[in-house]
């Protein structure tokens, strides 16, 4: 176990998270008293994956879930629009009906 204060300790951060990778325990400490303990965080292993591990628990999917988002109405995805389009298809999008969809829009001219 190695002890630090907090000035040594924020020059030396990954110093210290690769000390405690390896196993060891850091203290750091603020006017000689501890505050603070380091350790490697330790991880699960992963289990083997089953195939159908999840039959029965989904109970519903929607019948649209897996249209592409350009075919829904504009109101519907109005906050997914500037990672979509254009500022300019955007500009033409805001000022159509929210009722169509951006699709339905931009063919048009």
């Keep these: 176990m190695s002890a630090y204060n907090v000035a040594e300790a924020k020059a030396k951060l990954s110093q210290l998270l690769r000390a405690a990778q390896r196993g060891e325990e850091v203290v750091i400490a603020k006017d000689h008293k501890p505050i603070a303990r380091i350790v490697a965080f330790e991880r699960k292993p992963a289990g083997r994956r089953r195939p159908g591990s999840a039959k029965g628990k989904i109970l519903y999917i929607a019948p649209d879930a897996f249209?592409?988002?350009?075919?829904?109405?504009?109101?519907?995805?109005?906050?997914w629009l500037p990672y979509m389009f254009t500022d300019a298809q955007i500009r033409r999008l805001k000022r159509a009906d929210p009722r169509k969809t951006p699709l339905q829009v931009l063919r048009h001219r």
């Design 67 to 79: 249209k592409p988002l350009d075919e829904w109405p504009i109101a519907d995805i109005r906050e």
